[in-house]
């Protein structure tokens, strides 16, 4: 187990979330190579933070979902929590992060390593843990906390990924 990993696994929490978020976010697709243009994509979205109709608190999510028509693909949505579905400004969609339990990961680092995190995540923590992705889920998401700092990119960040045991897990 590497020093990343062994980082990770003590900040490892389970939590569940009981009932459906509803999110109010920008979205945006990507290929791989395009990945680099997400911190523009969350500066376009920082300047309608606190404007956004019904939004509930300043903590904001960065849901990221596979691309069906590319393996290669992803869809990003820069969001926050909203109270209902009210108007919202130009381009902005609705969605709902499902009731389902999470692994949640602290990441310490500016926001540019966030990808070293994840990347840990499915490749060493996912296969050695008794959990597995949930079936279908299809996203996993970033927290950007109340500390979070939108100007250095740095503070309170988690990763949110949505997990169920394994079939063959034994509790002990």
């Known amino acids: 187990m590497n020093g990343q990993l062994k980082r990770m696994s003590k900040?490892?929490?389970l939590k569940e979330i009981t009932s459906p978020v509803v999110l109010a976010g920008l979205p945006k697709t990507y290929t791989e190579d395009m990945q680099a243009g997400i911190p523009a994509q969350w500066s376009q979205f920082n300047s309608h933070m606190g404007r956004i109709p019904g939004q509930k608190e300043s903590v904001a999510y960065g849901v990221c979902f596979t691309d069906p028509k590319s393996p290669a693909g992803i869809r990003y949505v820069c969001a926050v929590e909203v109270s209902a579905k009210l108007d919202l400004p130009e381009s902005f969609i609705h969605l709902k992060l499902p009731p389902y339990q999470?692994?949640?990961f602290g990441h310490?680092?500016?926001a540019s390593t966030l990808h070293s995190t994840i990347?840990?995540?499915?490749?060493e923590w996912l296969p050695q843990s008794n959990y597995q992705l949930v079936s279908?889920?299809?996203?996993?998401?970033?927290?950007?906390?109340?500390l979070f700092n939108p100007q250095?990119?740095?503070?309170?960040?988690?990763v949110w990924i949505p997990v169920e045991l394994k079939p063959n897990y034994i509790s002990q």
């Open 152 to 158: 250095t990119r740095r503070g309170d960040i988690e």
């Open 102 to 104: 999470y692994a949640v």
């Open 119 to 123: 990347q840990t995540i499915w490749d």
């Open 136 to 146: 279908n889920a299809g996203f996993f998401f970033e927290r950007y906390g109340e």
């Open 11 to 13: 900040l490892l929490h």
């Open 108 to 110: 310490k680092g500016p």
